[in-house]
């Protein structure tokens, strides 16, 4: 997870915020890759625009098919296991816990599915081995 933002709503300003975040981190490099589902959000001109001008392409899964989004619905169905599904008292002490979940869950949590490493263990070693190449 590179890239965070939350509010009361869903429109594209709260996806760019995201993005923004993470290209400010510099957790996103020219030419990736922005998957998504074909919510109003992702498939927006301004959330295009955004991309655009960060070099960025976009990628839209099939409509009803669930497995072209499978690493962000087994995503999200780990963070409900994980944190569980707790009704927060404000939208801050929302914030605060699932932000410091995604905290454990790039820089502590292992995965199998990377040889038992945290994502940040394997986006340093991806860096590394780039600069060693070039």
């Known amino acids: 997870m590179v890239g965070r933002a939350m509010a009361a709503h869903m429109r594209a300003d709260l996806v760019r915020d995201a993005l923004d975040l993470a290209v400010r981190r ?4 020219g030419d990736a890759v922005f998957h998504a589902d074909r919510g109003t959000q992702y498939t927006s001109g301004r ?11 976009p990628s839209v899964g099939r409509t ?12 999200f169905a780990t963070l409900k296991t994980e944190i569980g599904t707790a009704v927060w008292a404000t939208r801050d002490d929302a914030r605060r816990d699932v932000f410091a979940y995604l905290g454990y869950y790039n820089h502590d949590r292992l ?6 490493r945290t994502p940040h263990e394997v986006r340093v070693g991806y860096r590394q081995g780039l600069t060693l190449v070039a």
């Open 26 to 29: 510099g957790l996103i490099s």
């Open 47 to 57: 959330f295009r625009s955004a991309l655009a001008e960060h070099g960025m392409r």
């Open 64 to 75: 009803g098919s669930c497995f072209d989004n499978a690493v962000a619905e087994s995503f």
């Open 111 to 116: 995965h199998s599915t990377l040889n038992y």
